[in-house]
């Protein structure tokens, strides 16, 4: 079978390490949960947001016979990744006697599986979380890498912990639902995925935005599941963020402070596109990245419709929010860079002029 013939079989993907698990990628692979939640579980928290009210319900009803399956509605999208959301979890955990053989399943966004992976990840210390990811941008991204987390009123994911999930089932059969716009949103970690490793990414999403955006198609599977083995051999070396997996963050760090700018009405995915503009900007400004490759960012992202300006006049606020970056050090802000394709890189402690004037490319 050539890449690009339809699939009907699952795809599983191996995330390595101390913990590994599989992401499992397919049609009917939702069927697997019970064997992801395994032998011991006994109690299921299944943790979703309003629009996924029917789905949770069914699954509920699918696992009825081994588990006993409480759900909790959560807040839609950021309104979810708060600490009071975490807390209505934990009371519901300590009301219904959970213990550490019960689990936790996030079944939603990225927004979702970050909240019902912190709250397995503090739970007890530490309970069995499965993620069911919803959207494209939590297939290919948020729910593989064990990353969880919630904002605080001062930046987005301060509040954390890495928490390996048991497996992760990417439902194909659920996106049907998923309007385009978060289709398109989530296509921005894929092009993350194609900057920083798969190239092949960026040549099939030129080739026709069409079909590399519907997940219908076999270009759509190929794109989607190279970005998930991109981000599964990146935290299978470096699951705690000691060193590579920073290159996740391409992107992120301007990213993130638009996101907090926009008081969280903005995507992820469309403030990570206007990330990624400004880390091409600094590569080309500091030498390192070629004209072709820089203009490269703008073209995709413009294909996918995603954004790739920014209003000229926050750079202060925008700065002011970047300091409290994960990846700063001493006062001091790094950023993923590109030295070429697939060739990303940490710029360390850049020229505030030069900031500035990479800002000022993609001012509108
Ligand atoms: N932990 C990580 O490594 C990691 C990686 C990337 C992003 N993230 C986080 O993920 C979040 C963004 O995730 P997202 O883009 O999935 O957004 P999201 O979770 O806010 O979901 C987007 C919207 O889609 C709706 N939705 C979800 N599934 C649906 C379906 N099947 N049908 C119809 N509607 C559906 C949701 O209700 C929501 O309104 C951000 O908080 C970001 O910080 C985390
Ligand atoms: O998995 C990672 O590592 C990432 O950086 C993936 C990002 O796409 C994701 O948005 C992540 O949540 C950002 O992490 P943070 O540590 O900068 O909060
Ligand atoms: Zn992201």
């Not at 941008?137 to 890498?145: R, W």
């Not at 089932?169 to 490793?197: H, M, Q, S, W, Y």
């Not at 060193?243 to 996101?259: D, F, M, P, S």
């Not at 409290?324 to 002029?353: C, E, H, N, Y």
């Amino acid at each position: 079978m050539t890449a690009l013939e339809p699939q009907a079989e699952p795809t599983v993907i191996r995330v390595g390490g101390d913990e590994g698990y599989d992401v499992v990628v397919g049609r009917g692979v939702i069927a697997r949960i019970g064997d992801a939640l395994g032998p011991a579980v006994r109690k299921v928290l299944l943790v979703h947001p309003a629009t996924l009210g029917a789905r949770a319900a069914e699954l509920r009803e699918s696992l009825t016979d081994r588990f006993e399956v409480i759900l909790a509605e959560i807040p839609d999208a950021e309104a979810g990744k708060r600490v009071e959301v975490a807390a209505f979890c934990w009371q519901i955990l300590g009301q219904a006697d959970f213990t550490r053989s019960d689990a936790v399943v996030g079944m939603g966004g990225g927004a979702v599986t970050d909240l019902a992976g912190f709250v397995a990840a503090t739970w007890l210390r530490g309970v069995r979380v499965v993620q069911v990811p919803t959207t494209v941008l939590g297939m290919v991204d948020a729910a593989v890498g064990g990353k969880t987390g919630i904002n605080t009123n001062e930046g987005k994911n301060l509040v954390g912990v890495f928490h390996a999930p048991a497996e992760v089932i990417c439902e194909l059969d659920l996106l049907d639902t998923l309007p385009k716009n978060e289709i398109l949103a989530g296509f921005a970690e894929i092009v993350k995925a194609g900057f920083i490793r798969y190239p092949e990414i960026l040549d099939t999403i030129e080739a026709d935005p069409e079909r590399a955006t519907d997940p219908a198609t076999p270009e759509f599977r190929r794109v989607v599941e190279l970005a998930i083995r991109m981000k599964a051999d990146v935290v299978t070396e470096d699951f705690k963020e000691a060193g590579l997996r920073e290159i996740l963050n391409y992107g992120h760090t301007l990213g993130h402070a638009v996101e907090h700018a926009e008081r969280y009405q903005w995507r992820h995915g469309a403030a990570v596109a206007v990330g990624m503009m400004f880390a091409a900007e600094l590569g080309r400004l500091s030498g390192r990245l070629s004209d072709e490759v820089a203009d490269r960012h703008r073209r995709v992202l413009e294909l996918l419709s995603l954004p790739t300006s920014y209003p000229a006049g926050r750079w202060n606020t925008l700065l002011a929010t970047m300091q409290r970056d994960k990846k700063s050090r001493g006062g001091q802000l790094r950023f993923i860079v590109l030295d070429d394709l697939a060739k990303p890189t940490v710029m360390q402690a850049p020229d505030q002029s030069m900031l500035f004037a990479a800002y000022q490319e993609i001012g509108s």
